[in-house]
């Protein structure tokens, strides 16, 4: 068993881009801090795979350089309870952005669980880990699952190395499982707000405790219109601002990944300019300058 978790281990750390990847943007974002006389305002993105693939970073920052300073964390599969104890955690441990945005749409804003792949190794301390658990009303095997995968490499990525190994050895493997996509039903006014709007007073109470302004951010997916106008409006309810750089109704097929839900390179060249210009603006506005300079 302990050579098992020492390979896993090294495997981790040698083999995963998601874990070099996520560990270097957590590294960058604990050094958020209030920006200095003149200097641009820092702001921690947070989002899972709808921004990892809708935004070109290397182009966001190149837009926004004179505006804000982005410390972006993109896990995949990431919803609202991994960020409300991921975000605990990065205030614990020093980082003091002046702006927290989050990337959510209605699904991962009203899902009821973590990520037990990288979430609770690279987001969570053992405290959020019991936290979350009991959030979560999580039973005594779902918890011990939760806790071995904030201590264990094995655990926490051993779905993960399943799936590659079985790609390796099954040809078309992905190809024996299409996505089907199912009509989900979306909450709409008043069940909507219900839902949604105590959490996102719950994100902006915690951001404000440690000096943070919160935004949300909500990336287009297909057909999601009126879902974006529901989350837009339980945002202002929660007395927080939204950020709709890109109408979905605005963007063509063409624009999508085959799983028809994340954006493809074309999305993301449309999707990353309009990001960068909603946030200088709002970010600029709230700073007192525009869309350039600092206090």
Same mark, same amino acid.
């Given at each position: 068993?302990?050579?098992?978790?020492?390979?896993?281990?090294?495997?981790?750390?040698?083999?995963?881009?998601?874990?070099?990847?996520?560990?270097?943007?957590?590294?960058?974002?604990?050094?958020?801090?209030?920006?200095?006389?003149?200097?641009?305002?820092?702001?921690?993105?947070?989002?899972?795979?709808?921004?990892?693939?809708?935004?070109?970073?290397?182009?966001?920052?190149?837009?926004?350089?004179?505006?804000?300073?982005?410390?972006?964390?993109?896990?995949?599969?990431?919803?609202?309870?991994?960020? *409300?104890? @991921?975000?605990?955690? %990065? +205030?614990?441990?020093?980082? !003091?952005? =002046?702006? &927290?945005?989050? /990337?959510? #749409?209605?699904?991962?804003?009203?899902?009821?669980?973590?990520?037990?792949?990288?979430?609770?190794?690279?987001?969570?301390?053992?405290?959020?880990?019991?936290?979350?658990?009991?959030?979560?009303?999580?039973?005594?095997?779902?918890?011990?699952?939760?806790?071995?995968?904030?201590?264990?490499?094995?655990?926490?990525?051993?779905?993960?190395?399943?799936?590659?190994?079985?790609?390796?050895? *099954?040809? @078309?493997?992905?190809? %024996? +499982?299409?996505?089907?996509? !199912?009509? =989900?039903? &979306?909450?709409? /006014?008043? #069940?909507?707000?219900?839902?949604?709007?105590?959490?996102?007073?719950?994100?902006?109470?915690?951001?404000?405790?440690?000096?943070?302004?919160?935004?949300?951010?909500?990336?287009?997916?297909?057909?999601?219109?009126?879902?974006?106008?529901?989350?837009?409006?339980?945002?202002?309810?929660?007395?927080?601002?939204?950020?709709?750089?890109?109408?979905?109704?605005?963007?063509?097929?063409?624009?999508?990944?085959?799983?028809?839900?994340?954006?493809?390179?074309?999305?993301?060249?449309?999707?990353?300019?309009?990001?960068?210009?909603?946030?200088?603006?709002?970010?600029?506005?709230?700073?007192?300058?525009?869309?350039?300079?600092?206090?």
């Amino acid at each position: 068993m302990a050579g098992l978790e020492l390979s896993f281990g090294f495997m981790l750390k040698r083999r995963s881009s998601t874990y070099a990847r996520v560990s270097r943007q957590y590294a960058d974002a604990l050094t958020a801090q209030p920006a200095a006389a003149g200097g641009p305002p820092s702001v921690l993105l947070l989002g899972n795979s709808l921004l990892l693939d809708g935004v070109n970073e290397p182009r966001l920052h190149q837009l926004t350089s004179g505006t804000v300073r982005i410390y972006p964390i993109f896990l995949e599969g990431t919803g609202y309870h991994d960020w *409300v104890y @991921g975000l605990r955690r %990065l +205030f614990r441990r020093g980082a !003091r952005p =002046q702006f &927290v945005v989050i /990337g959510l #749409e209605v699904n991962t804003s009203l899902e009821n669980s973590v990520r037990e792949e990288y979430g609770p190794m690279l987001l969570f301390d053992a405290g959020d880990v019991l936290d979350a658990a009991s959030d979560l009303k999580m039973d005594r095997t779902e918890t011990s699952n939760l806790l071995l995968a904030h201590y264990s490499a094995f655990w926490s990525t051993r779905a993960i190395f399943r799936r590659r190994i079985l790609r390796s050895m *099954v040809p @078309g493997f992905e190809g %024996l +499982f299409p996505v089907i996509r !199912r009509a =989900q039903s &979306v909450p709409q /006014g008043a #069940e909507l707000d219900t839902l949604a709007v105590p959490r996102l007073r719950n994100l902006r109470d915690l951001c404000e405790a440690n000096g943070a302004t919160l935004l949300l951010l909500i990336p287009p997916t297909p057909s999601s219109e009126g879902a974006v106008r529901g989350m837009a409006s339980a945002a202002r309810k929660a007395g927080i601002q939204s950020l709709v750089p890109v109408d979905p109704a605005t963007l063509p097929e063409r624009c999508y990944q085959a799983d028809a839900i994340h954006l493809n390179p074309e999305g993301a060249a449309i999707f990353t300019p309009a990001l960068a210009n909603d946030l200088s603006r709002a970010v600029g506005t709230m700073w007192g300058f525009g869309s350039s300079g600092g206090p």
